[in-house]
């Protein structure tokens, strides 16, 4: 047991998307992306563990999600459903838009981290994210300026100078008593 439908399907040249459509043509999985849980097929070869993290009483700190990991067999078993299958099983009614072969899908090494937009190219979300955050950060630094530079000038230049006087003074009179000795 260990192995996730990504380690299963480099072993054979696919992503872990197209292993998880292949695993739920031939009756391991069912459900859909994001949502797959075991057939009694699936069962036999594959476990699946919650796992949880955050606080649960509050909804935006606490996640839950669901690993499915597959045995070595696994692998040799689904090989030997495709060799014996007379025909393909038929497209999954849970994947609508599943219209292309497993080899036409998304190729090895590719990400799941962006999406599509309409003109087909990948935007990354994690970029636009950043890009919006320091979007924010830049308004915020705009508009807490002028109180910043007000209270530099106000409060911070007067503090510094008093404990420089202080300090000077002080040690002025350190001076004085060394002499003195």
Same mark, same amino acid.
Request: hydrophobic share 35%; aromatic share 6%.
């Given at each position: 047991?260990?192995?996730s $439908?990504?380690?299963?399907? &480099?072993?054979?040249?696919?992503?872990? !998307?197209?292993?998880?459509?292949?695993?739920?043509?031939?009756?391991?999985?069912?459900?859909e992306?994001?949502a797959?849980?075991l057939?009694?097929?699936?069962e036999?070869?594959?476990?699946?563990?919650?796992? %949880?993290?955050? =606080?649960? &009483?509050?909804?935006? %700190?606490?996640?839950?999600?669901?690993?499915?990991?597959?045995?070595d067999?696994?692998? #040799? $078993?689904?090989? =030997?459903?495709? =060799?014996? #299958?007379?025909?393909?099983?038929?497209?999954?009614?849970?994947?609508?838009?599943?219209d292309?072969t497993?080899?036409?899908?998304?190729p090895?090494?590719a990400?799941? !981290?962006?999406a599509?937009?309409? +003109?087909?190219?990948r935007?990354?979300?994690?970029? $636009?994210?950043?890009?919006?955050?320091?979007?924010?950060g830049?308004?915020?630094a705009?508009?807490a #300026?002028?109180? +910043?530079? &007000?209270?530099?000038s106000?409060?911070?230049?007067? #503090?510094?100078?008093?404990?420089?006087?202080r300090?000077? !003074? &002080?040690?002025?009179?350190?001076n004085?008593?060394?002499?003195? $000795?």
């Amino acid at each position: 047991m260990g192995k996730s $439908a990504t380690v299963l399907g &480099r072993e054979i040249g696919k992503t872990g !998307r197209e292993m998880n459509v292949l695993l739920h043509r031939y009756g391991y999985l069912t459900g859909e992306p994001g949502a797959y849980s075991l057939t009694d097929k699936g069962e036999k070869y594959g476990t699946q563990e919650d796992h %949880y993290r955050g =606080n649960v &009483r509050s909804l935006h %700190y606490y996640r839950q999600w669901t690993t499915t990991t597959w045995s070595d067999e696994t692998l #040799a $078993a689904l090989l =030997n459903d495709m =060799n014996n #299958a007379p025909t393909p099983p038929e497209l999954a009614e849970s994947f609508p838009n599943d219209d292309v072969t497993v080899a036409e899908a998304e190729p090895v090494g590719a990400t799941d !981290r962006g999406a599509s937009d309409s +003109a087909g190219t990948r935007v990354d979300l994690r970029m $636009a994210a950043i890009a919006a955050a320091l979007l924010v950060g830049a308004k915020a630094a705009q508009i807490a #300026a002028p109180h +910043a530079q &007000r209270w530099w000038s106000e409060t911070a230049v007067p #503090a510094t100078s008093r404990v420089l006087k202080r300090l000077k !003074r &002080r040690d002025s009179a350190d001076n004085d008593d060394e002499t003195e $000795a």
